[in-house]
C-alpha cells in the first residue's frame, strides 16, 4: 500500500553501519560532535543544534565529507526564549537522507555565522531571514531586506513585531526611492537599467537591476518582494484541517495548484500521522501531473514570447493546449486555477459523474498530444533562428546549479539527476511506470527540450492513471481517510517535506505548537532559489540572452515572493 | 506598358487648368490622392488586417463586433487612439521628439511620389526614381533614432541605436541588390524598370507569355532583397529595434496618442514601401492579365505585407550581435556575389 508515511523515523537508522556518506545519524554526530550541543530530531530527519559560530565549520564538514551537498532551505524563527536558523539539509542522489542543522542565537543578540561561503544558496534565504524574522547572520556579502522594502521596520514574524503599528516612512529620507538607482557607480562606460517591476519579459511583477555595458550585461540583481502576500503568516493563522489547503493554489499560480496543495498535505500528514488511500493517491496523482502539464504549456508558450515577440504562433497554440487541460482541472476540481482539491488525507470529491465522459475528455487530450508536441519541436525545437537565440546561452553548470540549490526542470536541464518524485517517493508515482528526464546543456536549450520531454512523461502518468481509475472496484474508492475534525499535533514536533512542483522542489516545513494552528510555516519555493543563480547565468551576455534566461527559469513570482 | 503621362499633367489636362498656379493646384490634388491611396491601406493595414492575419495564424478569431468582418474597428481605433491624451515625459528633447514621428511617417510616404503604381497613378517620374526611392526611405533612419534619443529613456535610447546599426547594415546590401537589377535594366527610372520587365518575353508556356520579371530571372536576388526588406522593415526576424519583450517597443515606447499614430503609420507605411520596391522592382510593378494595373500593384505590396505578417507570427527575433552578424558577413557578401555574378553573366551573354 502507498501511504504518505514513509520511513524516515530517524531512530531506526542509529542502528545502520556508522559510515557519514550514509547519513546515519550516530556518524554524522560523531563527523561534527565538536560543535554539536545536542540532538533535537525532527519527523523528517535527526537534527543537531549547534554553536552559533561554527555553522560553516559544519555545513563543510557535512559538505565534503557525509554528501550533504544540497541546502534545501533555511528556516528561521523566533521562540521565547531564542531564535533559531534551521539548515534544511539533503542529498540531490538520495533527499531521503537528510540532517537538519538547528542554530540557536539568544533573543538580545541574534547573531550567527552565515553559511553563504559553503552554500551559495544560502545568500537569499538567510536575506530572507533576516528580513522576516531577524536573525543577523555575520560576515554575510549583502544582509539587506528582500522581500519587503528597505524601509520596513521591525521583522513580522519576530514574537514581538506589533502589526497594528503604522509604517512611517520619513518623507525627506526617501523622497526619491530611485535615488542611487540610476547610475553605476562611477563607471561612465556603463548604464544602469530597470527591468520591471513593470516589463513585458518578467513574468510577473520581477525588477531587475541591471548594469549594460553597451548591449552587454555586466551586473544582474534581481530584486523581488513586489508580490509578497505573507502566505507564510496567514498559514500560521489558519486551522491545519481546514484553512491552510486554499493558500497553497495562490504559490504557483502556473496553475501548479494540487502540486503546491500536495506540499502541505504531504507536511501536515507526516505531522499528523495519516494515511492516504490509495485511491486518492491515485486521483493526486493525476491531478497533480495535469497541473504539472499546464504549468509546462505556460513556461513554454511564455518562453517563446521572449524569444519571437508578443502574441505569435507559438505561445498561442501553447495557451490554447493549455486551455485543454484548464477545462479538464475544471471538471475534476470545479474551479481553473485555484483548484483547492486536495484534502488532508485525501482529496475533495471523486471523479464528476458521468465519469466514462471524464475519462474520455482526458483520453481525448492524451491522444491528441504528441501531435501537439511534434507541432511544436517543428515550430520551435527545430527551427535554426530559435537554435541560435537558445544553445549555450544562459548557461548553468552542474555544480553552480547544484550550489544554488536549483532544482525541478532548471537542474534537470544541467544534468542533475533529482526529481522528488523518484527519490523521495509519494503518491502513487513509485508504482508507475515513467522516466526522470536530464539534459547535459545547462543552456536555455537544455531546460526547454527538458520541458517538453516533461510533459511527455506527465502524459504518461496520467495515461496509466486514468487506466488504474477506470477500473478501480466500485466499492473501494475512498477518497478520504478518517481524518479527525480538530489537528492538534504535538507540541515541538517539526518536520519538513518536499514534493516535486512544476519549478521543482516545493517544501513545507511545519513546527507544531500544541494548538491546531502552526506555530511556524516556511515554504521552500523552487523559484526562489532558481532565480537566486540568474546572476550567475545572464552576466556577460546580451540583454535578450537576459531575458530568455529568465523565460528560460520558468519563476512564477506568487511563488518566489509567497 | 509604355511610360505613361505623369499623374498631375493628367489632373491638370482634366481640369483643364494651366499655367504655374494650374500646376501647383493640380500637383497638390496628385499628391493627396497618392496620400489618401496609402493611408487608406494603412488605415487597412494596421488596425485590421495585422489583427485578422495574426489572428488565422494562431487560430483566433480577432476583430468581428464592430461592422461587417469586424471592419469597423478602424474608424473605432482611429477615433480611440487620437482621443488619448498626448504624454510628453520630463526632460524630452522637444523638437526631435515632436519631429521624429513626422520625419518617419512622411518619408515613407514621400518616397511613394515615383513609384508607378498604374493606370497612370504616378507622380513623378524622375530619371534617377531608384535612387531617390532609397535616399527618401533611408531618412527613416534618421527619424527612429531622433525619437530613440529625444525620448530621454534608456530603452529607446537602445532600441534607436539598434534600429540605425540595423538599417545601416541591411541598406547596402539592400542598394546592391537593387544595382543588379540595374544592371539590367541600364535605366534607373522606376517606370523604364516596369516596362522592360513587362514587356521582355523570359519563355512562352502552352502559349501564355511568362513576363521577364526579374524574380524569375534572378530569384537569388529576389530572395536577397526581400530578406534585407524585411530588416529595412524591422519585421521578425529583424525586429530588433522595438523587440517588445526586450526593450519595450524601443523607440517608440514613450510616445502617446497622435505621435504614436504616426510613428505606427510611418512603420505600416514603410513595409507598404517595401512592397512597393519589391513589387517595382522584381515583379512587374502593375503588370498584370485581365486587371487593372492599379489592382496588381495593390495585390503585389498585400502580399508583401501578408509575408511580413506570416514572418512576424511563426520567425523568432534574432539577437542584435546575430542581426548585425547575419548583415555585415552574410547579406553583404551575397549581394557582392549576386552583383558580380550579374555583371559577369550579363558582360558574357552579352544581352
Given at each position: 500500500?502507498?501511504?504518505?508515511?514513509?520511513?524516515?523515523?530517524?531512530?531506526?537508522?542509529?542502528?545502520?553501519?556508522?559510515?557519514?556518506?550514509?547519513?546515519?545519524?550516530?556518524?554524522?554526530?560523531?563527523?561534527?560532535?565538536?560543535?554539536?550541543?545536542?540532538?533535537?530530531?525532527?519527523?523528517?530527519?535527526?537534527g543537531?543544534?549547534?554553536?552559533?559560530?561554527?555553522?560553516q565549520?559544519?555545513?563543510?564538514?557535512?559538505?565534503?565529507?557525509?554528501?550533504?551537498?544540497?541546502?534545501?532551505?533555511?528556516?528561521?524563527?523566533?521562540?521565547?526564549?531564542?531564535?533559531?536558523?534551521?539548515?534544511?539539509?539533503?542529498?540531490?542522489?538520495?533527499?531521503?537522507?537528510?540532517?537538519?542543522?538547528?542554530?540557536?542565537?539568544?533573543?538580545?543578540?541574534?547573531?550567527?555565522?552565515?553559511?553563504?561561503?559553503?552554500?551559495?544558496?544560502?545568500?537569499?534565504?538567510?536575506?530572507?531571514?533576516?528580513?522576516?524574522?531577524?536573525?543577523?547572520?555575520?560576515?554575510?556579502?549583502?544582509?539587506e531586506?528582500?522581500?519587503?522594502?528597505?524601509?520596513?521596520?521591525?521583522?513580522?514574524?519576530?514574537?514581538?513585531?506589533?502589526?497594528?503599528?503604522?509604517?512611517?516612512?520619513?518623507?525627506?529620507?526617501?523622497?526619491?526611492?530611485?535615488?542611487?538607482?540610476?547610475?553605476?557607480?562611477?563607471?561612465?562606460?556603463?548604464?544602469?537599467?530597470?527591468?520591471?517591476?513593470?516589463?513585458?519579459?518578467?513574468?510577473?511583477?520581477?525588477?531587475?537591476?541591471?548594469?549594460?555595458?553597451?548591449?552587454?550585461?555586466?551586473?544582474?540583481?534581481?530584486?523581488?518582494?513586489?508580490l509578497?502576500?505573507?502566505?507564510?503568516?496567514?498559514?500560521?493563522?489558519?486551522?491545519?484541517?481546514?484553512?491552510?489547503?486554499?493558500?497553497?493554489?495562490?504559490?504557483?499560480?502556473?496553475?501548479?495548484g494540487?502540486?503546491n496543495?500536495?506540499?502541505?498535505?504531504?507536511?501536515?500528514?507526516?505531522?499528523?500521522?495519516?494515511?492516504?488511500?490509495?485511491?486518492?493517491?491515485?486521483?493526486?496523482?493525476?491531478?497533480?501531473?495535469?497541473?504539472?502539464?499546464?504549468?509546462?504549456?505556460?513556461?513554454?508558450g511564455?518562453?517563446?514570447?521572449?524569444?519571437?515577440?508578443?502574441f505569435?504562433?507559438?505561445?498561442?497554440?501553447?495557451?490554447?493546449?493549455?486551455?485543454?487541460?484548464?477545462?479538464?482541472?475544471?471538471?475534476?476540481?470545479g474551479?481553473?486555477?485555484?483548484?483547492?482539491?486536495?484534502?488532508?488525507?485525501?482529496?475533495?470529491?471523486?471523479?464528476?459523474?458521468?465519469?466514462?465522459?471524464?475519462?474520455?475528455?482526458?483520453?481525448?487530450?492524451?491522444?491528441?498530444?504528441?501531435?501537439?508536441?511534434?507541432?511544436?519541436s517543428?515550430?520551435?525545437?527545430?527551427n535554426?533562428?530559435?537554435?541560435?537565440?537558445t544553445?549555450?546561452?544562459?548557461?548553468?553548470?552542474?555544480?553552480?546549479?547544484?550550489?544554488?540549490?536549483?532544482?525541478?526542470?532548471?537542474?534537470?536541464?544541467?544534468?542533475?539527476?533529482?526529481?522528488?518524485?523518484?527519490?523521495?517517493?509519494?503518491?502513487?508515482?513509485?508504482?508507475?511506470?515513467?522516466?526522470?528526464?536530464?539534459?547535459?546543456?545547462?543552456?536555455?536549450?537544455?531546460?526547454?527540450?527538458?520541458?517538453?520531454?516533461?510533459?511527455?512523461?506527465?502524459?504518461?502518468?496520467?495515461?496509466?492513471?486514468?487506466?488504474?481509475?477506470?477500473?478501480?472496484?466500485?466499492?473501494?474508492?475512498?477518497?478520504?481517510?478518517?481524518?479527525?475534525r480538530?489537528?492538534?499535533?504535538?507540541?515541538?514536533?517539526?518536520?519538513?517535506?518536499t514534493?516535486?512542483?512544476?519549478?521543482?522542489?516545493?517544501?513545507?516545513?511545519?513546527?507544531?505548537?500544541?494548538?491546531?494552528?502552526?506555530?511556524?510555516?516556511?515554504?521552500?519555493?523552487?523559484?526562489f532559489?532558481?532565480?537566486?543563480?540568474?546572476?550567475?547565468?545572464?552576466?556577460?551576455?546580451?540583454?535578450?540572452?537576459?531575458?530568455?534566461?529568465?523565460?528560460?527559469?520558468?519563476?512564477?513570482?506568487?511563488?518566489?515572493?509567497? | 506598358?509604355?511610360?505613361?503621362?505623369?499623374?498631375?499633367?493628367?489632373?491638370?489636362?482634366?481640369?483643364?487648368v494651366?499655367?504655374?498656379l494650374?500646376?501647383?493646384?493640380?500637383?497638390?490634388?496628385?499628391?493627396?490622392?497618392?496620400?489618401?491611396?496609402?493611408?487608406?491601406?494603412?488605415?487597412?493595414?494596421?488596425?485590421?488586417?495585422?489583427?485578422?492575419?495574426?489572428?488565422?495564424?494562431?487560430?483566433?478569431?480577432?476583430?468581428?463586433?464592430?461592422g461587417?468582418?469586424?471592419?469597423?474597428?478602424?474608424?473605432?481605433?482611429?477615433?480611440?487612439?487620437?482621443?488619448?491624451?498626448?504624454?510628453?515625459?520630463?526632460?524630452?528633447?522637444?523638437?526631435?521628439?515632436?519631429?521624429?514621428?513626422?520625419?518617419?511617417?512622411?518619408?515613407?510616404?514621400f518616397?511613394?511620389?515615383?513609384?508607378?503604381?498604374?493606370?497612370?497613378?504616378?507622380?513623378a517620374?524622375?530619371?534617377?526614381?531608384?535612387?531617390?526611392?532609397?535616399?527618401?526611405?533611408?531618412?527613416?533612419?534618421?527619424?527612429?533614432?531622433?525619437?530613440?534619443?529625444?525620448?530621454?529613456?534608456?530603452?529607446?535610447?537602445?532600441?534607436?541605436?539598434?534600429?540605425?546599426?540595423?538599417?545601416?547594415?541591411?541598406?547596402?546590401?539592400?542598394?546592391?541588390?537593387?544595382?543588379?537589377?540595374?544592371?539590367?535594366?541600364?535605366?534607373?527610372?522606376?517606370?523604364?524598370?516596369?516596362?522592360?520587365?513587362?514587356?521582355?518575353?523570359?519563355?512562352?508556356?502552352?502559349?501564355?507569355?511568362?513576363?521577364?520579371w526579374?524574380?524569375?530571372?534572378?530569384?537569388?536576388?529576389?530572395?536577397?532583397?526581400?530578406?534585407?526588406?524585411?530588416?529595412?522593415?524591422?519585421?521578425?526576424?529583424?525586429?530588433?529595434?522595438?523587440?517588445?519583450?526586450?526593450?519595450?517597443?524601443?523607440?517608440?515606447?514613450?510616445?502617446?496618442?497622435?505621435?504614436?499614430?504616426?510613428?505606427?503609420?510611418?512603420?505600416?507605411?514603410?513595409?507598404?514601401?517595401?512592397?512597393?520596391?519589391?513589387?517595382?522592382?522584381?515583379?512587374?510593378?502593375?503588370?498584370?492579365?485581365?486587371?487593372?494595373?492599379?489592382?496588381?500593384?495593390?495585390?503585389?505590396?498585400?502580399?508583401?505585407?501578408?509575408?511580413?505578417?506570416?514572418?512576424?507570427?511563426a520567425?523568432?527575433?534574432?539577437?542584435?550581435?546575430?542581426?548585425?552578424?547575419?548583415?555585415?558577413?552574410?547579406?553583404?557578401?551575397?549581394?557582392?556575389?549576386?552583383?558580380?555574378?550579374?555583371?559577369?553573366?550579363?558582360?558574357?551573354?552579352?544581352?
Open positions: 500500500m502507498s501511504t504518505q508515511q514513509e520511513d524516515d523515523t530517524p531512530d531506526v537508522d542509529d542502528a545502520a553501519p556508522a559510515t557519514p556518506a550514509s547519513g546515519s545519524p550516530a556518524a554524522l554526530e560523531a563527523l561534527i560532535e565538536d560543535h554539536v550541543l545536542e540532538r533535537e530530531d525532527h519527523l523528517n530527519a535527526p543537531f543544534v549547534i554553536r552559533a559560530d561554527a555553522v565549520d559544519v555545513l563543510s564538514t557535512l559538505k565534503t565529507e557525509a554528501g550533504f551537498d544540497h541546502l534545501s532551505c533555511v528556516t528561521a524563527e523566533e521562540h521565547e526564549d531564542r531564535f533559531e536558523s534551521i539548515y534544511h539539509l539533503r542529498k540531490y542522489d538520495d533527499p531521503t537522507q537528510e540532517v537538519s542543522i538547528i542554530v540557536p542565537t539568544s533573543r538580545d543578540n541574534p547573531v550567527s555565522e552565515t553559511a553563504e561561503p559553503v552554500f551559495r544558496t544560502a545568500d537569499w534565504h538567510e536575506r530572507e531571514a533576516y528580513d522576516l524574522v531577524g536573525v543577523e547572520y555575520d560576515d554575510h556579502p549583502n544582509l531586506r528582500i522581500l519587503l522594502p528597505d524601509t520596513w521596520q521591525g521583522h513580522p514574524l519576530g514574537l514581538d513585531y506589533n502589526q497594528n503599528k503604522p509604517q512611517i516612512v520619513t518623507f525627506d529620507e526617501h523622497k526619491n526611492p530611485l535615488e542611487g538607482h540610476e547610475q553605476a557607480a562611477d563607471d561612465s562606460d556603463t548604464m544602469f537599467l530597470n527591468i520591471g517591476p513593470h516589463h513585458p519579459a518578467t513574468h510577473g511583477v520581477l525588477h531587475v537591476e541591471t548594469v549594460l555595458d553597451g548591449e552587454q550585461v555586466a551586473d544582474v540583481n534581481p530584486d523581488i518582494g513586489y509578497h502576500r505573507c502566505e507564510e503568516q496567514m498559514a500560521q493563522k489558519g486551522t491545519y484541517r481546514h484553512q491552510i489547503m486554499p493558500y497553497p493554489d495562490r504559490w504557483d499560480y502556473g496553475p501548479g494540487i502540486l496543495e500536495w506540499a502541505y498535505a504531504r507536511t501536515a500528514e507526516d505531522l499528523a500521522d495519516i494515511d492516504v488511500p490509495e485511491y486518492a493517491q491515485i486521483l493526486r496523482t493525476m491531478g497533480g501531473e495535469l497541473c504539472r502539464i499546464a504549468c509546462h504549456m505556460l513556461a513554454l511564455t518562453f517563446c514570447l521572449d524569444i519571437y515577440g508578443d505569435t504562433a507559438i505561445f498561442m497554440y501553447a495557451m490554447r493546449d493549455r486551455e485543454v487541460v484548464q477545462n479538464i482541472l475544471e471538471d475534476l476540481t474551479q481553473r486555477m485555484m483548484l483547492n482539491y486536495l484534502r488532508l488525507g485525501g482529496v475533495v470529491w471523486d471523479i464528476p459523474e458521468p465519469r466514462a465522459e471524464f475519462f474520455e475528455s482526458v483520453r481525448d487530450f492524451l491522444d491528441e498530444l504528441p501531435e501537439r508536441l511534434d507541432e511544436y517543428d515550430l520551435i525545437t527545430s535554426e533562428i530559435f537554435q541560435a537565440r544553445v549555450n546561452t544562459g548557461v548553468l553548470d552542474y555544480e553552480t546549479a547544484k550550489d544554488y540549490g536549483v532544482t525541478g526542470p532548471v537542474a534537470r536541464g544541467s544534468g542533475v539527476d533529482y526529481d522528488v518524485r523518484r527519490d523521495d517517493p509519494y503518491g502513487y508515482y513509485p508504482e508507475l511506470d515513467w522516466d526522470v528526464v536530464t539534459e547535459d546543456g545547462g543552456d536555455n536549450y537544455s531546460r526547454l527540450l527538458v520541458r517538453m520531454e516533461e510533459v511527455e512523461q506527465s502524459a504518461r502518468i496520467i495515461e496509466q492513471c486514468v487506466d488504474l481509475l477506470e477500473g478501480w472496484p466500485e466499492d473501494e474508492r475512498d477518497i478520504q481517510a478518517n481524518v479527525p480538530t489537528l492538534k499535533p504535538e507540541a515541538g514536533t517539526e518536520t519538513y517535506r514534493v516535486e512542483g512544476a519549478k521543482g522542489e516545493l517544501g513545507v516545513y511545519i513546527r507544531a505548537d500544541g494548538t491546531e494552528k502552526p506555530g511556524r510555516f516556511k515554504i521552500r519555493s523552487p523559484c532559489s532558481n532565480l537566486s543563480a540568474l546572476k550567475e547565468m545572464s552576466t556577460g551576455e546580451y540583454i535578450p540572452d537576459l531575458v530568455a534566461t529568465l523565460g528560460s527559469l520558468d519563476v512564477i513570482l506568487g511563488e518566489v515572493d509567497r | 506598358m509604355a511610360t505613361q503621362t505623369p499623374l498631375p499633367d493628367i489632373i491638370s489636362d482634366l481640369l483643364g494651366g499655367g504655374f494650374g500646376d501647383a493646384v493640380s500637383m497638390l490634388v496628385a499628391a493627396a490622392l497618392v496620400g489618401t491611396i496609402m493611408l487608406t491601406m494603412t488605415a487597412f493595414a494596421g488596425p485590421w488586417a495585422k489583427r485578422k492575419i495574426t489572428a488565422a495564424f494562431t487560430d483566433r478569431i480577432s476583430v468581428n463586433r464592430v461587417p468582418w469586424g471592419l469597423g474597428t478602424i474608424v473605432v481605433d482611429s477615433v480611440r487612439l487620437l482621443s488619448k491624451e498626448l504624454v510628453i515625459p520630463e526632460g524630452v528633447d522637444r523638437p526631435a521628439y515632436d519631429l521624429a514621428p513626422i520625419v518617419l511617417a512622411g518619408s515613407a510616404l518616397a511613394f511620389a515615383v513609384i508607378p503604381m498604374g493606370n497612370g497613378i504616378q507622380l517620374d524622375p530619371e534617377v526614381g531608384l535612387v531617390f526611392v532609397f535616399a527618401i526611405a533611408s531618412i527613416a533612419s534618421l527619424g527612429l533614432i531622433m525619437g530613440g534619443y529625444a525620448s530621454n529613456n534608456k530603452y529607446s535610447l537602445l532600441g534607436g541605436l539598434r534600429a540605425v546599426a540595423q538599417n545601416i547594415a541591411y541598406e547596402i546590401p539592400l542598394v546592391l541588390t537593387a544595382a543588379s537589377v540595374v544592371l539590367f535594366t541600364g535605366t534607373l527610372q522606376l517606370s523604364e524598370i516596369v516596362a522592360i520587365q513587362q514587356n521582355t518575353t523570359l519563355a512562352t508556356i502552352a502559349g501564355v507569355r511568362i513576363p521577364a526579374f524574380a524569375f530571372v534572378n530569384p537569388f536576388a529576389f530572395v536577397l532583397f526581400v530578406v534585407a526588406n524585411l530588416a529595412e522593415v524591422g519585421r521578425n526576424p529583424f525586429d530588433t529595434p522595438e523587440a517588445p519583450t526586450e526593450i519595450v517597443a524601443g523607440y517608440q515606447t514613450e510616445y502617446s496618442s497622435a505621435y504614436f499614430v504616426l510613428f505606427y503609420l510611418g512603420e505600416f507605411i514603410h513595409i507598404f514601401l517595401g512592397g512597393a520596391i519589391i513589387a517595382t522592382l522584381f515583379l512587374g510593378g502593375p503588370g498584370g492579365p485581365f486587371l487593372p494595373g492599379f489592382v496588381w500593384f495593390t495585390i503585389k505590396i498585400w502580399a508583401v505585407y501578408f509575408f511580413t505578417q506570416w514572418c512576424r507570427s520567425i523568432p527575433r534574432v539577437r542584435i550581435d546575430q542581426l548585425i552578424g547575419i548583415g555585415w558577413k552574410g547579406l553583404l557578401v551575397l549581394s557582392f556575389a549576386n552583383l558580380v555574378l550579374t555583371a559577369t553573366a550579363l558582360g558574357v551573354t552579352g544581352l
